[in-house]
């Protein structure tokens, strides 16, 4: 079962975003790797190679944008279809703005189990009861997904892609899937177990029926 991450980078400011010491980008990367994600994409615009520089040595493919007539759906689906291209068969993608980056990668683990236990659902993380982010896409709804308005901003176009194809909202525990880097780690709320496994719960959401960086000196790939 191959799960894609797609981590989606508004502006390079956001890509290289220092957190704890690390740029946003690379410690996204890490924690998506670490979480059993593969492939993983990073978009974002790299005018001055820098967001290349602190992806050096890791597993990520770095790709320029999408246009911006496409709106935000252009920029979830560019990604998605370059995960496909790097890896055949890859089932699913994390879509994973670059914002949130406090996930825990158990979440990432649990997440391709949710998938794992329910093939066609889109899945997505809750903290007490509020859903967050990254939002588990099957490929099977990627033609769905691109017929939706590009003037939808990520959270309406995630409701309206489950509101037509299904969805399970997951309890996680998880606080890093609701507070983005705006809230600093010290005031996040703790951690707090799942309250039962991922796998036994049922569909609910909108249903109709890391590490420090590596010091590989090898060059991110990118693609145009």
Not at 83 to 110: I, K, Y
Not at 188 to 202: D, I
Not at 207 to 224: I, K, L, N, Y
Request: charged residues 20%.
């Amino acid at each position: 079962m191959t799960v894609a991450a797609v981590i989606l980078a508004a502006s390079s400011g956001g890509a290289l975003r220092e957190v704890e010491g690390v740029a946003n980008a690379r410690r996204l990367v890490d924690a998506a790797w670490a979480g059993g994600a593969m492939p993983i994409v990073v978009v974002s615009a790299d005018p001055d190679g820098a967001v290349a520089r602190v992806l050096a040595g890791s597993t990520a493919l770095l790709a320029d944008p999408a246009t911006e007539k496409g709106g935000p759906v252009g920029q979830i689906c560019r990604g998605i279809d370059l995960a496909r291209a790097e890896v055949v068969g890859t089932e699913a993608a994390l879509v994973w703005p670059a914002r949130m980056g406090w996930v825990d990668a158990e979440t990432v683990t649990s997440l391709i189990e949710a998938h794992g236990a329910d093939r066609a659902a889109v899945v997505r993380p809750a903290f007490r009861g509020e859903a967050g982010w990254p939002v588990l896409v099957p490929i099977v709804h990627l033609e769905t997904l691109r017929t939706l308005g590009a003037g939808l901003m990520p959270g309406p176009l995630f409701e309206e892609l489950t509101a037509a194809v299904g969805g399970r909202l997951v309890e996680l525990g998880d606080p890093g899937t609701v507070h983005d880097l705006d809230t600093p780690r010290a005031e996040l709320p703790p951690f707090e177990a799942p309250p039962e496994p991922v796998s036994g719960l049922q569909p609910e959401w909108g249903s109709p029926a890391a590490a420090g960086p590596d010091e590989s000196p090898d060059p991110a790939r990118t693609v145009g």
